[in-house]
């Protein structure tokens, strides 16, 4: 058995749904150019930190010095389907985004690409160099996964898997170790655009454009200060991040549930109470999502989310 193999094997026994190889060069040309030009369009909105480093996102041998192969793996974070969780009848409740109903994919990714890296090294390549990421790092990961076989990219702008969907957390470990390689798949969106549709915001576009200014997961999560009024009604009761896009794509409603039961997933997360939400502590506030990607929001962001969805249920009650 080859080290790719090899390598491949240990990744599944570690509880990845998705592993592919594909070398360290910059991605295509086509991917850059689009990557930015998006930038430069004013589409990314508040999220300056994507203008840093783009070499770096587009080149991964310029994280890794010698860098020669990029290793990807995939987890699934489809949830099963539950029965709705009784709660007060009453209580106003705020949608959340299904992957942060899990803990926190960064740590838990990254502990066990680590575990990888330590596999690799134990084959004998203790000189060799690795890099692992997990998305906080500068990476153009979707189109280094679509070059690695693990899915393409589709029309909602997500990486999607054939059987596993678009509900897939990304990792990667670049290394200086000559592996061989995996090819991209051709499976594509084709005619399809229910993710278009779907979006309540018209952050996606027919033409393949998307703009991060009027998406419900940037203006939930990443978007600081007064989200504007127009696009406060569309959001809703999203308390935090949005669905839409990827629930309508057909390969979604096809694919499993997650298998990796060590992945804990927060059943009571799915909707939370915005009258408890607006009367958190920060003291509480850490406590609660010590382990979730919620905390990413901080306190008053979800706070400022939780006003928004109370007018919103308020003004169509």
């Not at 090899?6 to 990845?16: N, P, Q, R, S, T």
């Not at 990557?35 to 587009?58: D, I, P, V």
């Not at 033409?207 to 200060?225: P, R, W």
Request: proline letters at 5%.
């Amino acid at each position: 058995m080859s080290l790719s193999q090899e390598i491949k094997c240990k990744a599944v026994e570690l509880g990845f749904d998705l592993i592919g190889i594909t070398d360290a060069s910059p991605i295509d040309t086509t991917q850059a150019e689009l990557l930015s030009r998006w930038l430069k369009s004013g589409c990314a909105g508040q999220m300056s930190y994507l203008h840093n480093n783009f070499e770096k996102r587009t080149h991964p041998a310029r994280l890794l010095e010698n860098a020669q192969s990029v290793i990807c793996v995939g987890l699934n974070y489809k949830q099963p389907k539950q029965k709705p969780k009784k709660s007060d009848p009453t209580a106003p409740m705020g949608k959340v985004a299904s992957y942060a109903r899990y803990e926190d994919y960064h740590p838990f990714i990254k502990e066990r690409l680590r575990k990888l890296t330590e596999f690799i090294r134990s084959s004998g390549r203790q000189g060799h160099k690795f890099k692992i990421c997990v998305d906080s790092v500068p990476l153009a990961e979707r189109s280094l996964a679509a070059r690695a076989g693990l899915g393409f990219i589709g029309k909602n702008r997500m990486l999607i898997n054939p059987a596993l969907g678009p509900q897939i957390f990304l990792g990667e470990i670049i290394t200086t170790i000559k592996l061989s390689t995996d090819n991209p798949i051709t499976d594509h969106c084709s005619n399809c655009d229910r993710c278009i549709s779907a979006c309540p915001t018209h952050a996606l576009t027919p033409d393949g454009q998307f703009d991060a200014n009027k998406c419900i997961s940037y203006l939930t999560i990443e978007y600081k200060g007064r989200i504007p009024s127009e696009m406060a009604e569309k959001t809703a009761d999203r308390l935090f991040g949005c669905d839409e896009c990827v629930l309508a794509c057909p390969y979604q409603k096809n694919a499993p549930a997650y298998k990796n039961k060590q992945f804990i997933l927060y059943n009571d997360r799915a909707r939370l109470d915005l009258s408890r939400i607006l009367n958190l502590t920060q003291q509480d506030f850490d406590a609660e999502f010590a382990d979730s990607t919620i905390r990413r929001s901080g306190l008053e962001r979800l706070k400022r989310n939780a006003r928004i969805c109370l007018e919103n249920i308020n003004r169509y009650s």
